[in-house]
């Protein structure tokens, strides 16, 4: 894990807490279709109930009913569980993964551009470069069944192959756009290159499920509100 991913996901997780206190349990978002409250639910089960969120992969309506009844807590209670982060390793609490910076941002910017008007979050160096950090780590899980090579590219120029294969496809985008790509949510601002029918392989390849899916049902899209480069679908 990157030194800098435990600083910035102790940022990322107090302005997280700080957007579902303002925008309200009943926003749209762009995690699966779910209201603002329920993707909360959805976090505070996978750090305080992670035994029950492993279980809840063979048996999806064991997850069910855990975010159901956590949903149940008082809104302000609820933030205040994420706002207080899930205390370590303890017995039924997620175990520190080196994900929890990347975790954290692709859900508040679920929030984020589920509103119609979003923009990018303004560069910002240090949370960048540990973005940059994160996304090549995650993109080697994102692209491991693309049937064709993939390089991350950044806007300054640097590059790294997430996926090794031929007639490599490039993806260009800040640092942020590149995480919130590959976990297939539909408005980002990424560029691919290469031959069409490679980056369609290479972008059908990413898996549905990284942060709590791709979103079943996504709010319309308006002026701006669209991926670049390519279309989800």
């Known amino acids: 894990m990157s030194p800098g991913a435990v600083t910035e996901a102790g940022r990322e997780r107090a302005a997280l807490s700080a957007e579902f206190e303002r925008v309200g349990p009943g926003v749209p978002t762009l995690c699966g ?3 603002a409250g329920e993707l909360l639910a ?22 069910r009913a855990a975010e159901r ?3 149940r807590l008082p809104w302000l209670e609820m933030i205040e569980l994420l706002r207080t982060g899930s205390g370590g390793w303890l017995p039924g609490r997620r175990p520190t993964d080196g994900l929890e910076f990347l ?8 929030i984020r551009r589920a509103r119609l008007g979003w923009e ?10 540990t973005l940059w950090h994160g996304a090549r780590t995650l993109g080697r899980l994102a692209y491991q069944r693309s049937p064709v090579g993939v390089v991350l590219r950044r806007p300054d120029g640097e590059s790294w192959p997430v996926r090794r294969g031929p007639r490599p ?12 790509h590959m976990c297939r949510r539909p408005r980002v601002r990424v560029q691919a290159a290469g031959p069409p029918a490679d ?9 549905g499920t990284l942060f709590g899916g791709f979103a079943a049902t996504r709010p319309p899209d308006g002026p701006g509100q669209h991926t670049t480069g390519y279309n989800e679908g």
Do not use: C
């Open 33 to 35: 279709g779910r209201t």
């Open 199 to 207: 980056v369609s392989a290479a972008l059908a390849a990413r898996p």
């Open 69 to 71: 009844r956590m949903a």
């Open 103 to 110: 975790r954290l941002y692709v859900h508040h910017e679920d």
């Open 169 to 180: 496809v490039t993806v260009h985008g800040q640092p942020g756009e590149l995480v919130v």
């Open 120 to 129: 990018p979050r303004p560069p910002e160096v240090y949370r960048d470069d």
């Open 42 to 63: 959805h976090l505070l089960v996978r750090e305080r109930r992670y035994l029950v969120s492993l279980l809840g992969i063979p048996a999806p309506s064991v997850l």
